[in-house]
């Protein structure tokens, strides 16, 4: 009986901690897909020749984001 309660404990712990693995990867896939999004734009924002200019309608075009999601 202690050996299936100890087998049983050992199995449940190591659930948890793949599911806090799986957590972890999500959390990090979600950062590096927005990160990526973010050295995309500067990419973009650089190869500009008024890059202000451009800076200015990403920061219109984020406002309008916001208004519209919520």
């Not at 999500?26 to 650089?46: D, M, P, V």
């Amino acid at each position: 009986m202690r050996k299936e309660q100890l087998m049983r404990h050992v199995d449940e712990q190591k659930d948890h901690k793949k599911q806090v693995l799986r957590d972890q990867i999500s959390r990090c896939t979600t950062k590096l897909s927005r990160t990526t999004g973010l050295i995309q734009f500067c990419i973009e924002a650089l190869k500009e020749p008024d890059p202000v200019t451009y800076l200015q309608g990403f920061a219109d075009a984020q406002m309008r984001k916001k208004f519209w999601a919520g």
